[in-house]
């Protein structure tokens, strides 16, 4: 007779296989039948309250950072106990998503990640081996491959909040995860990091923006992607201070694709309006529901393939904290239902 401690093992054994054997089959057919829609919303690893995602009718999600130090922890030791579990969840209610991977690793990176002070943020750099972080890639994709079809590599490499390396070592990680995603994958979708764009600062001076113009350009003409990467959260018709507006810095963005002759597809991974003031800019729940509908409807009108909202639920984050669809204590605002009958409208 077994004794207890073991028989734990072997129950927790047989349950991780299980949950291997759910993620790892084919669900080539299920996707071919399941609906598609233009608008999705990011989401965290540790999010809690997944159900609101099935209420709402959300058919695509972005996972905003999958840390590399997560997943591999040590040198070879894997664990997928979260990644699975949330793609299990997102499996059962045949919710398609976007994995934003971070080379985030006390052991991997060629820096310590730091953390950006107030917000959790932490900014990633460039392997110490490039091998290693290829390996981990691989582990990745192949684990999941046959649901999972949309890997992102990193998040606003222009911020120095998120990466602490050069803008050419993004370019070279950006390159090596192509390779190495498509090796593990050929009908994966690689997509470039979205820029910050600068709607943290004050004003936006011509200065810093040629500088993330010029980032994107080596983005362009690297090549290795499949899907184009944009962060928007520009207002219409009031650019003041802000510089742009939504349409016109997407023409920014557009007009350098056609100079370099690229035509791949754009999405909009990151955007989204408050519901409350922001410095001298005037918001509220209704501005803010006014602006998701007009944003997916221009995002359109300029051939955007897909638009990614932030986030579902307002927490402390500066002037993000309340761009959610729900209020910090759950409550939900206009947007919610202007979300909601986007999707019921679009869901094909």
């Given at each position: 007779m077994l004794s207890m401690p073991i028989l734990i093992r072997v129950i927790c054994v047989l349950q991780a296989?299980?949950?291997?054997?759910?993620?790892?089959?084919?669900?080539?057919?299920?996707?071919?039948?399941?609906?598609?829609?233009?608008?999705?919303?990011?989401?965290?690893?540790?999010?809690?309250?997944?159900?609101?995602?099935?209420?709402?009718?959300?058919?695509?999600?972005?996972?905003?950072?999958l840390p590399w130090g997560l997943i591999e922890k040590s040198p070879g030791d894997f664990n997928f106990d979260a990644l699975d579990q949330l793609i299990v969840r997102l499996k059962e209610m045949d919710v398609r998503i976007l994995i934003t991977l971070r080379a985030l690793s006390s052991w991997g990176s060629s820096h310590q990640p730091k953390k950006a002070e107030g917000f959790g943020y932490r900014s990633s750099s460039v392997p110490k081996?490039?091998?290693?972080?290829?390996?981990?890639?691989?582990?990745?994709?192949?684990?999941?491959?046959?649901?999972?079809?949309?890997?992102?590599?990193?998040?606003?490499?222009?911020?120095?909040?998120?990466?602490?390396?050069?803008?050419?070592?993004?370019?070279?990680?950006?390159?090596?995860?192509?390779?190495?995603?498509?090796?593990?994958?050929?009908?994966?979708?690689?997509?470039?990091?979205?820029?910050?764009?600068?709607?943290?600062?004050?004003?936006?001076?011509?200065?810093?923006?040629?500088?993330?113009?010029?980032?994107?350009?080596?983005?362009?003409?690297s090549g290795k992607f499949d899907i184009l990467d944009i962060h928007n959260y520009y207002l219409f018709d009031e650019a003041g201070e802000m510089a742009f507006t939504f349409s016109s810095y997407l023409e920014q963005y557009k007009s350098i694709m056609d100079m370099y002759g690229c035509h791949k597809p754009v999405w909009i991974s990151e955007f989204g309006y408050s519901s409350k003031p922001i410095r001298n800019i005037f918001f509220d729940a209704n501005k803010q529901a006014l602006l998701l509908d007009k944003a997916v409807v221009t995002a359109r009108e300029y051939g955007v393939e897909k638009i990614f909202w932030l986030k579902m639920q307002d927490s402390p984050e500066g002037i993000f904290s309340h761009m959610g669809l729900l209020e910090d204590d759950g409550g939900k605002k206009e947007a919610f239902y202007i979300f909601k009958d986007i999707l019921n409208r679009e869901i094909k």
């Open positions: 296989f299980c949950v291997s054997l759910f993620i790892l089959s084919n669900s080539c057919a299920q996707a071919a039948q399941r609906g598609d829609s233009f608008i999705g919303t990011v989401i965290l690893l540790s999010e809690q309250n997944i159900d609101v995602y099935e209420e709402l009718g959300i058919k695509w999600v972005r996972l905003g950072s081996d490039m091998e290693a972080y290829k390996r981990f890639l691989a582990a990745v994709v192949n684990r999941y491959k046959h649901y999972v079809k949309h890997w992102q590599i990193e998040n606003e490499p222009n911020a120095s909040a998120f990466w602490s390396s050069t803008e050419d070592d993004y370019i070279e990680l950006l390159s090596a995860a192509y390779e190495t995603i498509k090796q593990a994958d050929p009908q994966s979708f690689v997509l470039s990091a979205g820029l910050a764009c600068g709607i943290s600062r004050k004003r936006i001076d011509k200065k810093a923006f040629n500088k993330g113009k010029e980032f994107f350009e080596k983005i362009v003409r």
